[in-house]
């Protein structure tokens, strides 16, 4: 994570300043370029040339170099450094830094610094509890500062409690967790509202409420620090833009947001709407200045302005996020959780008015964080270490960064994670080794062949479940079995997967001898065995790929067709078109079919619109599964005599009643009538909907 960082490292006049020899030789054996920069007082307890041996740098500590006359721009520090930490930093230092009080080089560096700032007190215990030392370590994190917590344990003064600077090994941790924090969102586009509106009354006055924009540009500035490309759009504010990265939309009127929001979000993975914005506008809008009338009083008609929290919710595509803000003066939660569910957000961020020090025009903030599985309240903090808390909630929606968080690197995977089960229980008196081998060679098979050309990450490979049934064996190596095939996709929110697909083959039949070797060439079809596990595999990955975007798993089942129009060469059974029995050429013929184009459409809508959303808001989930069948439906009278459709209905049976038992009567009537229709036979069931 530091391979080619730029360390700015500030000691002071500290006792622990022998510890940043430590650190500066672990941070330039993780890869990081250091540039030391030391007060007068800290050269009294350890040797620049100590320190520049070890950084392969020269070390700075006054403003110009008597000697030459070089000036050490301590500008140019800010703008080169990727972080700048300041190990050991005394009690002195700390409130110079709070006050800005810029008597020596490194404090300077530290005002004209652009990077993350880490700060690793160090002083006796009395020093590190006085009022003064917290006031100003507060002050330093109010400004976005990240405090390295001391350690406890014996001081310099002999006596044992709070203030001993951390152990390099742990200040170096906290740098790399920060960069890997640092690309959370790396590659994001992230829109940001933030600030009041002013709706104008005539050319001077105007309604207008106590935002002052706080919060809105703390999130812009921490998503831009975590590798975003930030679209902030701004009510009329006094606020710098935080991040030279960052494009800025001024705004004044809530329509001008909504135009500019609207605009953003369509290219944007996510939007975190924390303007307040007005909920009414003046109905008309005088030219010239009001004058006042004597003894009359002023009537203004209003009219409501664009929700555009609830706007975005109906446009956001099911790979977006939004999250929205709520002040709350009564009923804070419930209403809060109502607006969730109505405008479609991920999660939504409570304050309240009724919180000391959260709220308009402070610098501080208190809320809790509601999504649809739980709310968790946090602690009074400075706006910034807010703006973090929301976006590390918001980066764990995006998986691949949720699992950046967790896993200690990238491990590339396969695409399938396949569950392999085999049972010989009907085949006796035979040497049982062939099968052992034969289960392990299904399972390296299935599990390390390359099936696609992307890049899957562990989380990301399909559950599928293989089992195997062996109805007959001969010593000669010939397999007849069943095979139920099953694949699985998580939904979103839950710990519900749900089946993606499910089919029993009744008819596999291979040989195999001990220690054969399982290899599948797409030009070559030689071996019936491969053949029907390739066709599987493509078929499991491009169905859940049609799940995860429309039409999206085209290149891999139609690899699963050819392996089908391929593999009746082999005379084996189960890929006969044309056949009376429906089998896998049936199968994927069926779904291919350019009139079954709907039945696609209905893989995508019944997953990624519908079950996706389901567990955040329930009644919208259900409503796109409904509008899923009717493609189902649609599917199914253009051609009458397909299997697919009637082999979903199967596989989905119990999960159908149970979503449309929860649905009014209409929605579950019209499921019942579809569901009848396309699979008669299971009747009984669809009539548990209307009865449960």
């Known amino acids: 994570m530091l391979k080619g960082k730029n360390i700015v490292l500030g000691i002071t006049g500290s006792i622990a300043a022998y510890k940043a020899a430590i650190l500066v030789r672990l941070l330039v054996k993780a890869g990081a370029e250091v540039q030391v920069v030391m007060t007068p007082a800290a050269r009294e307890f350890i040797a620049p040339l100590t320190l520049s041996t070890l950084s392969g740098n020269a070390?700075?500590?006054?403003?110009?170099?008597?000697?030459?006359?070089?000036?050490?721009?301590?500008v140019n520090l800010g703008q080169w450094a990727d972080a700048m930490i300041i190990a050991p930093a005394t009690a002195a230092t700390i409130g110079k830094m709070a006050t800005g009080v810029a008597d020596n080089l490194l404090v300077t560096t530290y005002l004209s610094m652009k990077a993350p700032v880490f700060v690793a007190p160090a002083m006796d215990l009395d020093m590190y509890a006085h009022p003064s030392t917290?006031?100003?370590?507060?002050?330093?994190?109010?400004?976005?500062?990240?405090?390295?917590?001391?350690?406890?344990?014996?001081?310099?003064?002999?006596?044992?409690g709070k203030g001993r600077m951390e152990e390099p090994e742990n200040i170096l941790r906290v740098l790399e967790e920060h960069f890997a924090q640092s690309t959370l969102l790396a590659g994001k586009k992230i829109l940001i509202t933030a600030g009041p509106t002013y709706e104008k009354i005539d050319p001077v006055r105007f309604i207008g409420n106590y935002s002052s924009g706080k919060m809105g540009y703390a999130l812009a500035r921490e998503c831009a620090l975590c590798g975003a490309d930030v679209t902030l759009v701004s009510g009329p504010?006094?606020?710098?833009?935080?991040?030279?990265?960052?494009?800025?939309?001024?705004?004044?009127?809530?329509?001008?947001?909504?135009?500019?929001?609207?605009?953003?979000?369509?290219?944007?993975?996510?939007?975190?709407?924390?303007?307040?914005?007005?909920?009414?506008?003046?109905?008309?809008?005088?030219?010239?200045k009001i004058k006042r009338e004597k003894g009359s009083g002023l009537t203004l008609n209003l009219k409501p302005t664009r929700d555009i929290?609830?706007?975005?919710?109906?446009?956001?595509?099911?790979?977006?996020?939004?999250?929205?803000?709520?002040?709350?003066t009564n009923d804070a939660q419930a209403h809060a959780r109502e607006k969730l569910v109505k405008k479609n957000l991920d999660f939504i961020v409570l304050n309240s008015l009724e919180d000391k020090?959260?709220?308009?025009?402070?610098?501080?903030?208190?809320?809790?964080?509601?999504?649809?599985?739980k709310s968790t309240e946090y602690p009074l903090k400075s706006k910034l270490e807010v703006a973090r808390d929301i976006v590390a909630h918001l980066s764990t929606l995006f998986v691949t960064m949720l699992l950046l968080l967790i896993l200690p690197c990238n491990l590339q995977a396969q695409e399938l994670k396949a569950n392999v089960t085999m049972n010989t229980e009907k085949i006796q008196g035979t040497n049982t080794e062939v099968f052992d081998v034969l289960k392990t060679s299904l399972d390296e098979f299935l599990n390390n062949t390359k099936w696609t050309n992307f890049e899957y990450e562990e989380y990301e490979r399909i559950a599928c479940n293989f089992s195997l049934v062996v109805e007959s064996y001969a010593e000669d190596g010939?397999?007849?079995?069943?095979?139920?095939?099953?694949?699985?996709?998580?939904?979103?929110?839950s710990s519900y997967s749900t089946p993606v697909f499910k089919y029993q083959d009744n008819d596999v039949k291979f040989k195999y001898m001990a220690y054969d070797r399982l290899e599948f060439r797409e030009d070559n079809l030689d071996n019936n065995l491969t053949a029907v596990l390739a066709f599987y595999a493509y078929l499991i990955i491009g169905l859940d790929l049609d799940t995860m975007g429309e039409l999206g798993g085209s290149?891999?089942?139609?690899?699963?067709?050819?392996?089908?129009?391929?593999?009746?060469?082999?005379?084996?059974?189960?890929?006969?078109?044309?056949?009376?029995?429906?089998?896998?050429f049936t199968i994927i013929d069926d779904y291919l079919s350019s009139a079954l184009i709907s039945v696609r459409q209905m893989m995508y809508r019944y997953h990624r619109q519908g079950f996706d959303i389901m567990y955040q808001a329930p009644d919208k989930g259900r409503e796109a599964i409904a509008a899923s069948l009717e493609l189902l439906k649609s599917g199914y009278q253009e051609r009458p005599l397909s299997y697919f459709p009637k082999l979903f209905t199967e596989y989905k049976q119990e999960e159908l009643i149970n979503i449309f038992s929860k649905g009014p009567a209409k929605e579950r009537k019209a499921a019942?009538?579809?569901?009848s229709g396309i699979n008669p036979s299971l009747s009984s069931s669809w009539d548990k909907i209307s009865t449960i």
């Open 59 to 74: 070390v700075l500590s006054e403003f110009f170099n008597e000697r030459s006359g070089e000036w050490n721009s301590h």
């Open 555 to 584: 290149e891999f089942l139609n690899k699963a067709q050819n392996i089908a129009n391929g593999a009746q060469s082999l005379g084996s059974t189960g890929w006969q078109s044309g056949s009376s029995t429906r089998n896998r």
């Open 237 to 288: 504010v006094t606020l710098a833009t935080p991040h030279p990265s960052i494009h800025r939309v001024d705004v004044e009127s809530a329509a001008q947001m909504y135009e500019a929001a609207s605009s953003a979000f369509a290219d944007a993975d996510a939007a975190i709407l924390c303007a307040a914005v007005a909920d009414f506008t003046p109905d008309t809008r005088a030219d010239e």
């Open 672 to 675: 019942v009538e579809i569901l």
């Open 134 to 160: 917290a006031a100003n370590l507060e002050k330093l994190k109010s400004y976005g500062n990240h405090i390295i917590e001391p350690a406890s344990g014996e001081l310099a003064s002999h006596l044992v």
């Open 309 to 328: 929290a609830a706007s975005l919710g109906e446009l956001k595509r099911p790979e977006q996020r939004l999250v929205g803000f709520a002040l709350e």
């Open 478 to 493: 010939t397999f007849s079995c069943t095979l139920m095939v099953q694949s699985l996709r998580p939904v979103y929110g």
């Open 357 to 373: 020090g959260a709220g308009f025009a402070v610098d501080t903030n208190k809320v809790t964080i509601i999504d649809a599985e």
